[in-house]
């Protein structure tokens, strides 16, 4: 069965530090891995999305991710944070026989000045 | 265009009661999606409907149910409400079924059991 593991629960830098968030799946069939951000009190907006190719993916906000297949990791980076990235963080893999995502519990980026 | 609308947005209900969810998917998107997300937890799948079909069901009791219109809006339907149903209920969409098909969440439904 697919699972995903933030490593992390929570992750405080300062601005303009680099960041990564960790994460490792779980999967005996094909891998479709995502990263989710949800603000708060709001819903969840995707990130990037590795499906096949190329194993580094570019997502939106300057965040990027790399698909790691020997080490079953997907681990989300950024090079240099700013205080609007504060935020929730999930990494999701597709499970099951339709495209219902699995999520991690999710890695709480806090940035401060 | 609109992205996935859901209403209500907060509500509270009382053990017992039953409470309907609403959601409308982004247009032309005919597969929907709900998630449960407890607070401090990651969504968790529910159900998933295309083209008015169930296609996919999580490990939730029976008193969870949802169903597909025909012009790709859904409900979820809760009854017999619990403490523990207090949670963000998200709905999400997508132009098909399929691992390529990107997933759009709406920003949710609160609901409080008290």
């Known amino acids: 069965a697919q699972s995903v593991t933030q490593l992390d629960s929570q992750v405080p830098v300062f601005e303009e530090a680099p960041v990564e968030l960790r994460c490792n799946y779980s999967?005996?069939?094909?891998?479709?891995l995502f990263w989710y951000v949800q603000y708060p009190n709001q819903g969840l907006q995707l990130l990037l999305k590795?499906?096949?190719?190329?194993?580094l993916v570019k997502g939106i906000n300057g965040f990027e991710a790399e698909f790691n297949k020997s080490q079953t990791s997907f681990h989300l980076r950024k090079p240099s944070v700013h205080i609007s990235d504060t935020a929730e963080y999930f990494c999701a893999v597709v499970g099951g026989a339709g495209t219902a995502l699995i999520f991690g519990k999710g890695t709480t980026l806090s940035v401060s000045s | 265009d609109a992205g996935v609308t859901q209403s209500p947005t907060h509500l509270i209900k009382t053990r017992g009661q039953h409470v309907t969810l609403r959601c409308s998917p982004i247009s032309g998107h005919k597969s929907v999606s709900w998630y449960q997300q407890v607070l401090g937890q990651g969504p968790q799948f529910i159900f998933q409907y295309y083209e008015k079909e169930e296609r996919g069901r999580g490990n939730f009791p029976d008193r969870f149910s949802a169903r597909q219109f025909p012009n790709y809006s859904s409900e979820l339907n809760v009854n017999a409400l619990l403490l523990g149903d207090s949670a963000l209920y998200l709905c999400?969409?997508?132009?098909?079924?399929?691992?390529?098909?990107?997933?759009?969440f709406g920003e949710g439904s609160w609901l409080t059991v008290v």
């Open positions: 999967s005996s069939v094909s891998v479709y």
């Open positions: 590795y499906l096949s190719g190329s194993t």
């Open positions: 999400a969409s997508s132009l098909s079924i399929g691992t390529g098909n990107t997933i759009y």
